[in-house]
Nanobody
Framework: QVQLIESGGGLVQAGGSLRLSCAASGRTFSSYVMGWFRQVTGKEREFVAAISRSGGMTYYTDSVKGRFTISRDNAKNTVYLQMNSLKPEDTAVYYC?????????????????WGQGTQVTVSS
């Protein structure tokens, strides 16, 4: 069992930056692939980024490539999402998720554990 707690969301102007953090409970954090997803009310939850267990491999949806960076610190049981050059269309609730290795990084159905979400609002 893994519990995930996100933080770092908020209101920012377009072009600004935010850094999301996701703290995980338990001693097996390094066993999990970690991902970030986002959801706008009325729409499906969409993949944003994922990182392999060691942090050596990262994956991004096309709309955030070059602007967002996912990273992890296994010693601190924490995964981060650095978001730069934010756009109003990045406004959403952002969720941290954990899964065991294997399968697709991009599918939310592959992730077993989810945080409660943190709101990110980008004003124009």
């Amino acid at each position: 069992q893994v519990q995930l707690i996100e933080s770092g969301g908020g209101l920012v102007q377009a072009g600004g930056s935010l850094r999301l953090s996701c703290a995980a409970s338990g001693r097996t954090f390094s066993s999990y692939v970690m991902g970030w997803f986002r959801q706008v009310t009325g729409k499906e939850r969409e993949f944003v980024a994922a990182i392999s267990r060691s942090g050596g491999m990262t994956y991004y949806t096309d709309s955030v490539k070059g602007r967002f960076t996912i990273s992890r610190d296994n010693a601190k049981n924490t995964v981060y999402l650095q978001m730069n050059s934010l756009k109003p269309e990045d406004t959403a609730v952002y969720y941290c998720a954990a899964r065991f290795p294997g399968g697709s990084y991009y599918s939310n159905s592959e992730y077993r554990y989810w945080g409660q979400g943190t709101q990110v609002t980008v004003s124009s």
